[in-house]
C-alpha cells in the first residue's frame, strides 16, 4: 500500500524566514496530494493541494510543488508569521481500486515561528 | 455554520465498555470517513463509506463498526473498549469521485479511556 514520507518532524524559524517541508511517497498511481495544517487541539484545515497533472501551485505566501518522477512533494511557506505555527501533514490519495480517495498522512511536521 | 459535526467532542470512560460517536455533514458529500489520531499526532484512515461501499482499513479491530442511516451521517461505534483505544477520532467527508477530492474534517472527539 501508499506509505508517505515527512520531514522534517520538527522546525523552528524565525519570522519572515522561509520554511520548507518535503514528503515522499511510495505509490506511482497517487494523484492527489493535500497539505493540511493542524493547530493545538484543533481539526486538521487543508491549506493547499495538487494534484499529478501539475507541477506547482501557489496560494500567497503558500506553494506546493511536486516531482512524480522521484515520487516527492514540497511545501514552502514564505515570510513566515507567528500564526503559522502549528503541525502541518502531508498526504497523498489512492487514485484507484476500492481504497481511493483515503488519505495517507505523513507523520506530520511541527513548525515553530519565533517572533 | 458548521461543515462537519462530531459529538460528543470529549468521552471518558471506563475500559470494557461501548460508546458511539456521531458524525453529521451538511456539505452535501456523498464519501465520508473515520480516521484516529494517535498519541504521537498520527492521523490514521479507519473507515470510507459511500452509499455504496464500505472499505475497511484491514488493521483496524472489529470492534469497531461504522453505521450509516444516510449519506450525511457516519456513525462510530465501538465495543468492549481497551486502553489503546484513546486517541482523538476525527470524522470527515467529500465529494465521490475516486482519489482527488478535498477532504473536510470534523473538530475530533477525544476518547479516554480509564
Known amino acids: 500500500g501508499e506509505n508517505v514520507e515527512q520531514h522534517p518532524s520538527t522546525l523552528s524559524v524565525q519570522e519572515g524566514d522561509s520554511a520548507v517541508i518535503k514528503c515522499t511517497y511510495s505509490?506511482?498511481?497517487?494523484?492527489?496530494f493535500p497539505w493540511y495544517k493542524q493547530e493545538l487541539g484543533k481539526r486538521p484545515q487543508l491549506i493547499i493541494d495538487?494534484?499529478?497533472?501539475?507541477g506547482e501551485k501557489k496560494d500567497q505566501r503558500i506553494a506546493v510543488t511536486l516531482n512524480k518522477t522521484a515520487k516527492h512533494f514540497s511545501l514552502h511557506i514564505t515570510e513566515t508569521q507567528p500564526e503559522d505555527s502549528a503541525v502541518y501533514f502531508c498526504?497523498?490519495?489512492?487514485?484507484?481500486?476500492?481504497?481511493?480517495?483515503?488519505?495517507?498522512f505523513g507523520k506530520g511536521t511541527k513548525l515553530s515561528v519565533k517572533p | 455554520d458548521t461543515a462537519v459535526s462530531q459529538t460528543p467532542k470529549y468521552l471518558v470512560t471506563q475500559m470494557g465498555n461501548d460508546k458511539s460517536i456521531k458524525c453529521e455533514q451538511n456539505?452535501?458529500?456523498?464519501?465520508m470517513y473515520w480516521y484516529k489520531q494517535d498519541s504521537k499526532k498520527f492521523l490514521k484512515i479507519m473507515f470510507s463509506y459511500n452509499n455504496k461501499e464500505l472499505i475497511i482499513n484491514e488493521t483496524v479491530p472489529n470492534r469497531f463498526s461504522p453505521k450509516s442511516p444516510d449519506k450525511a451521517h457516519l456513525n462510530l461505534h465501538i465495543n468492549s473498549l481497551e486502553l489503546g483505544d484513546s486517541a482523538v477520532y476525527f470524522c470527515?467527508?467529500?465529494?465521490?469521485?475516486?482519489?482527488?477530492?478535498?477532504?473536510?474534517f470534523g473538530d475530533g472527539t477525544r476518547l479516554s479511556i480509564l
Open positions: 470527515a467527508s467529500s465529494q465521490a469521485g475516486g482519489g482527488g477530492q478535498p477532504q473536510h
Open positions: 498526504a497523498a490519495s489512492i487514485g484507484y481500486g476500492g481504497s481511493q480517495g483515503n488519505l495517507i
Open positions: 456539505l452535501g458529500h456523498d464519501t
Open positions: 495538487i494534484r499529478s497533472n501539475v
Open positions: 505509490d506511482s498511481a497517487s494523484n492527489y
